[in-house]
Nanobody, 122 residues
Framework: QVQLVESGGRLVQAGGSLRLSCAAS????????MGWFRQAPGKEREFVAAISGGGARTAYADSVKGRFTISRDNAKNTVDLQMNTLKPEDTALYYC???????????????WGQGTQVTVSS
């Protein structure tokens, strides 16, 4: 089992950058594929990015490709999401998630954090 805690969300102006971080508990962090999802008000939760356990494979939603970068540090049990050129439509509650298997979209992750709010002002 793994517990996830996100941080780094805040209010930022359009065009700005933000880095989210997710800290995971447990000694087997590198065995999990990790990902980020987001949910905007009135919308369903959507996939943002995923990374394999060793970090060699990554995947992104089309809406963030080229602007967001997912990375992980298995020595520190963290996974980050670097967000550049932010747009008002990136405003959402961002969740960190973990799954046993890496796949595009991260499948149906059994483990979720509580979320961190990102608000992009125009």
């Amino acid at each position: 089992q793994v517990q996830l805690v996100e941080s780094g969300g805040r209010l930022v102006q359009a065009g700005g950058s933000l880095r989210l971080s997710c800290a995971a508990s447990g000694r087997t962090f590198s065995r999990y594929a990790m990902g980020w999802f987001r949910q905007a008000p009135g919308k369903e939760r959507e996939f943002v990015a995923a990374i394999s356990g060793g970090g060699a494979r990554t995947a992104y939603a089309d809406s963030v490709k080229g602007r967001f970068t997912i990375s992980r540090d298995n020595a520190k049990n963290t996974v980050d999401l670097q967000m550049n050129t932010l747009k008002p439509e990136d405003t959402a509650l961002y969740y960190c998630a973990a799954n046993y298997v890496y796949q595009y979209g991260l499948g149906s992750p059994p483990y979720w954090g509580q979320g961190t709010q990102v608000t992009v002002s125009s």
